[in-house]
T-cell receptor, first 115, second 114 residues
């Protein structure tokens, strides 16, 4: 009964380093979403991907952030040259289809701390 | 520019009593509304939803009420149990849209005391 798997759970990076966050969706799910929760804020949509395609990246910062969901393997959220403001909890969610009323299944998140 | 507001960051309720969590939104075009529950060190889990064609949806101890004219929704938990202690997020979106268009509130931390 594997749910959405995210790793690592905690990631510490120094300013200027790269952060790679991984997400394996639930079995049978081909839609992946990344959300970010900054301190004292709600979850904010970042990007929506299907296998090998970025469908909606309207919530992604224009620079330093990228995401992919290759044909094989997990989805990756990559943050280059991290800054302190990138410190947040990053949640991945998956769904079997695109309908809003399809419940999103969230992973436990990756807590990124930038020193 | 917060489109979804949960004005109470925390709420404490005695076991057995009713918990009422509130959520306000600004865009009258939203027509699908959800509540998620989050325990520490875990991701949010779906709790209950309602579309704009209804004003109430009930699932066991959980009931969501929607007041479209006031752009307000609420979650009622009756009776509250200690296991309900968690952070509750409301989320709003479009019934014909995609899950990528969900907008979440900042959450309300519910503490159910013995």
């Amino acid at each position: 009964n594997a749910g959405v798997m995210q790793n690592p759970r905690h990631l510490v990076r120094r300013r200027g380093q790269e952060a790679r966050l991984r997400c394996s969706p639930m079995k049978g799910h081909s839609h992946v979403y990344w959300y970010r929760q900054l301190p004292e804020e709600g979850l904010k949509f970042m990007v929506y991907l299907q296998k090998e395609n970025i469908i909606d990246e309207s919530g992604m910062p224009k620079e330093r952030f990228s995401a992919e969901f290759p044909k094989e393997g997990p989805s990756i959220l990559r943050i280059q040259q991290v800054v302190r403001g990138d410190s947040a909890a990053y949640f991945c969610a998956s769904s079997p289809s695109t309908a809003t009323n399809e419940k999103l299944f969230f992973g436990s998140g990756t807590q990124l701390s930038v020193l | 520019d917060q489109q979804v507001k949960q004005n109470s960051p925390s709420l404490s309720v005695q076991e057995g009593r009713i918990s009422i969590l509130n959520c306000d939104y600004t865009n009258s075009m939203f027509d699908y509304f959800l509540w998620y529950k989050k325990y520490p060190a875990e991701g949010p889990t779906f709790l209950i939803s309602i579309s704009s064609i209804k004003d109430k949806n009930e699932d066991g101890r959980f009931t969501v009420f929607l007041n479209k004219s006031a752009k307000h929704l609420s979650l009622h938990i009756v009776p509250s149990q200690p296991g309900d202690s968690a952070v509750y997020f409301c989320a709003v979106g479009y019934d014909t849209g995609t899950a990528s268009k969900l907008t979440f509130g900042t959450g309300t931390r519910l503490q159910v005391t013995l």
